[in-house]
């Protein structure tokens, strides 16, 4: 099996746009945010090879999809192989990990009863609105790719856009967010319709884009259309057009009970708690079906340490998640590493909160998204090195908890696993 990778020739040019899509403005800083040496993110931006963790890393934290970009040569990206050796199940897994959403059937998805069953049922139904929200790493996308792939089987129309892979251009102002909206809807159901075509000056950006959805969009099939917006938080980002984005998708939901709007249904998913003003009759968040993904429990873990061929005993399940609760990537993580590089529980948990571990380049991310923020340098060491929960500012406690880092536990909060707290209680900034 191959043991790098390199970004195929024809999409070089637009990795390295994707830097300024995604507000990074050199290499360095790349390379300070993956933690991996400048030579590696050069080799990698001018598609010279670089190792399988390296080139996934990357990918990730650009927002790209790293299948679709790598060179394969005459090799079929891993996920795509089959294999009856026992030892594939387990390769595949990291690419699973790293790739962000866990790929339909795959057998490293566990269920979360009775959340499946519930979503199954909203989403057949008109005027239906789920609403999916956890941090980073919980299970979103995975959970909006098994609902939009159930409502293809019925024949409706899908589509799923994830404000990740839109350029920064596009937040410029509602109108141009919503022409992207209109046009990426209709470039996915391959329909010849261009919202700059069709907009009117006479009208506004709203007007605008709910007429060319209900003339262009929705009255093009019969069939029911499910529009899954993922990673919404970069709209929050940009408060001078997301009280009215949201107050748009409210009004849809509002009109979805009649006419051709009937044929809409939408998920929503996003990692933080909302923090920006919405009257309460013009947002999409308190209306629908509220999905919030909890870490795994004792069980889920189980079937999963199962899944990697791990003949574990009960303490030893105990023993992973004192260290990182029921988090589903940093189980999967570890579970992965003990199996493919054959090394016991303890030697893991020993290196696990340090930089040499496979958390390293997850921990570092952390690290330097919170020294984006002075404001929560101090916080963070408060928190972690509390021994009980702490009571912070309610938008403090608001970030750390829509980054992971923390639970809250009434009107306090802690941190969300052991892990965290010893990597991140002695961090000075540099």
């Known amino acids: 099996m191959t043991r790098s990778l390199k970004i195929r020739g024809a999409y070089i040019a637009d990795i390295k746009l994707s830097l300024k899509r995604n507000g990074i403005p050199n290499q360095k800083a790349l390379a300070a945010e993956v933690g991996l040496a400048i030579s590696t993110v050069n080799n990698f931006l001018n598609g010279k090879p670089v190792d399988y963790a390296s080139f996934t890393s990357i990918c990730e934290c650009l927002h790209v999809d790293w299948q679709d970009k790598a060179d394969w040569g005459d090799e079929l990206p891993i996920t795509q192989q089959k294999s009856s050796d026992p030892e594939f199940t387990v390769a595949t897994n990291l690419f699973e990990m790293t790739s962000g959403a866990v790929p339909l059937h795959s057998p490293f998805y566990v269920t979360r009863p009775p959340i499946e069953d519930r979503c199954t049922a909203a989403i057949l139904q008109p005027h239906s609105l789920i609403r999916i929200k956890s941090p980073h790493h919980m299970g979103k996308t995975s959970l909006m790719d098994r609902i939009l792939d159930l409502a293809a089987q019925q024949s409706y129309r899908t589509v799923k856009i994830n404000f990740q892979s839109a350029d920064e251009a596009v937040f410029a102002d509602l109108d141009a967010l919503l022409r992207w909206v209109c046009n990426k809807v209709s470039w996915k159901l391959q329909l010849s319709c261009i919202a700059n075509d069709y907009w009117s000056e006479i009208f506004g950006s709203k007007d605008n884009c709910t007429a060319f959805f209900e003339e262009q969009i929705l009255s093009t099939a019969d069939t029911p259309l499910i529009l899954g917006l993922d ?120 290196i696990a909160p340090t930089e040499a571990a496979p958390y390293g380049n997850h921990l570092r991310s952390l690290w330097n998204r919170i020294k984006q923020q002075p404001a929560l340098l101090e916080s963070i060491q408060t928190l972690m090195q509390a021994n009980t929960p702490v009571e912070m500012e309610p938008e403090t406690s608001f970030q750390l908890c829509s980054m992971g880092l923390a639970v809250r536990q009434g009107n306090q909060i802690a941190p969300r696993c052991n892990l965290y707290r010893l990597y991140f209680s002695n961090r000075r900034s540099i």
């Not at 009937?262 to 309460?280: F, Q």
Request: glycine share 4%; net charge negative.
């Open 231 to 350: 990673d919404v938080d970069r709209v929050f980002e940009h408060p001078h057009i997301a009280a009215d984005f949201f107050g748009l998708l409210r009004a849809w939901y509002e009109e979805s009970g009649m006419g051709e709007w009937a044929k809409l249904r939408i998920i929503i998913a996003h990692s933080t708690e909302i923090y920006i003003p919405l009257h309460s009759d013009e947002s999409p968040f308190n209306v629908g079906l509220p999905i919030e993904l909890s870490e795994f429990t004792c069980e889920q873990v189980q079937i999963l340490v199962a899944r990697h061929q791990l003949a574990w005993n009960p303490e030893q399940l105990i023993q992973l998640m004192a260290m990182v609760g029921g988090h589903p990537y940093l189980i999967s993580l570890a579970l992965h590493h003990i199996h493919q590089y054959q090394i016991s529980l303890p030697e893991f948990l020993t």
